[in-house]
């Protein structure tokens, strides 16, 4: 990737992998926690993609 992150893209970043991270770890807890197979799996998968789009967006900044 070319260019810089502005102070205010920085912050935005910062804030989005937050949120993912929490957002991770809520259905983590709760795809441990449910008593529905169907649902464990939901919130597994959900983990996945939050943790997916944290890894990504990670990687994006170390590039730089």
């Known amino acids: ?14 804030e ?16 441990n926690t449910m008593t529905d197979e169907r649902l464990c ?5 959900f983990a996945l993609r939050h943790q997916a789009r944290f890894n990504a967006l990670y990687a994006i900044l170390m590039q730089e």
């Open 1 to 14: 990737m070319t260019g810089e992150f502005t102070k205010n893209g920085l912050m935005y970043a910062e």
């Open 16 to 31: 989005t992998m937050i949120a993912e991270y929490i957002a991770c770890r809520k259905a983590q807890t709760y795809s």
């Open 41 to 45: 799996e939901l919130f597994a998968e």
